[in-house]
């Protein structure tokens, strides 16, 4: 598609990801592809997009940026670097949050973006999707002593979601069809949001269900805290 970056690398089956990555570098959009693949050709440098904190995905450990996007990003970039012939192809990290990483993308400041990020058609208007890597559903957490456990539950509470997410529209969405009277309350990140249940301050924080479970294991108490069974989207591939 003329005119746009590329957003979020990956595939289960990394080989057959590679290949399909290197397809769409030499198919798509001669206008952008080709003056992208000439700049890291030249520089001999890409610039990578990853998240501080979204465990498994995309996150900073010992320093260190990791999880299994960036994984599959790493692998992507080794077969761009054969595909240049390059001897070597320097990658630059950049963090960029769930607000800021189509704007990165758009301005051209990184090239490619390694987390979970939903493929959604509003999305595909601003940039090109990778096949998906996994598949999540949208549900919250609560403190379990709470006994939060459907979204009826949630009515008249206070309710977290982190700002730039699809997760914002679902449960506005919802909060309006089902009359819930329910006080969303906007965090910067998923820590931030999850901090505010693990504090009372929020009754829930409602998100993918994958990155849900990497917060509370990551928690000093997981047994403190449940994951609905209700999903409150339907199954949302990640790209």
Request: with cysteine; aromatic share 8%.
């Given at each position: 598609?003329?005119?746009?970056?590329?957003?979020?690398?990956?595939?289960?089956?990394?080989?057959?990801?590679i290949f399909s990555c290197a397809a769409m570098f030499s198919a798509v959009a001669p206008a952008w592809a080709e003056d992208t693949l000439s700049r890291i050709a030249r520089t001999g440098?890409?610039?990578?997009?990853?998240?501080?904190?979204?465990?498994?995905?995309?996150?900073?450990?010992?320093?260190?940026?990791?999880?299994?996007?960036?994984?599959?990003?790493?692998?992507?970039?080794?077969?761009?670097?054969?595909?240049?012939?390059?001897?070597?192809?320097?990658?630059?990290?950049?963090?960029?949050?769930?607000?800021?990483?189509?704007?990165?993308?758009?301005?051209?400041?990184?090239?490619?973006?390694?987390?979970?990020?939903?493929?959604?058609?509003?999305?595909?208007?601003?940039?090109?999707?990778?096949?998906?890597?996994?598949?999540?559903?949208?549900?919250?957490?609560?403190?379990?002593?709470?006994?939060?456990?459907?979204?009826?539950?949630?009515?008249?509470?206070?309710?977290?979601?982190?700002?730039?997410?699809?997760?914002?529209?679902?449960?506005?969405?919802?909060?309006?069809?089902?009359?819930?009277?329910?006080?969303?309350?906007?965090?910067?990140?998923?820590?931030?949001?999850?901090?505010?249940?693990?504090?009372?301050?929020?009754s829930a924080f409602v998100m993918d269900d994958i990155l849900l479970a990497g917060l509370v294991a990551s928690s000093p108490d997981p047994s403190e805290y449940v994951i609905s069974r209700?999903?409150?989207?339907?199954?949302?591939?990640?790209?």
């Open positions: 598609m003329p005119g746009k970056r590329s957003c979020d690398w990956g595939m289960t089956r990394i080989a057959a990801f440098t890409v610039f990578i997009g990853h998240r501080q904190g979204e465990v498994p995905f995309s996150y900073v450990a010992d320093g260190k940026v990791t999880g299994y996007s960036v994984e599959i990003c790493l692998e992507v970039v080794e077969a761009m670097r054969r595909r240049l012939g390059l001897t070597r192809l320097e990658v630059r990290f950049v963090p960029v949050t769930p607000a800021t990483r189509f704007i990165m993308i758009g301005a051209g400041k990184i090239d490619v973006e390694c987390a979970a990020t939903t493929n959604t058609a509003e999305r595909r208007k601003l940039a090109e999707f990778s096949y998906p890597h996994y598949v999540s559903a949208t549900r919250f957490v609560t403190r379990r002593k709470d006994g939060l456990a459907k979204l009826v539950d949630l009515a008249g509470r206070s309710v977290a979601t982190t700002t730039g997410t699809v997760n914002v529209e679902q449960l506005n969405a919802l909060n309006r069809k089902e009359k819930l009277n329910i006080s969303v309350l906007l965090s910067r990140s998923h820590q931030e949001a999850f901090d505010l249940v693990s504090t009372g301050r929020a209700e999903a409150l989207s339907p199954p949302e591939p990640y790209g």
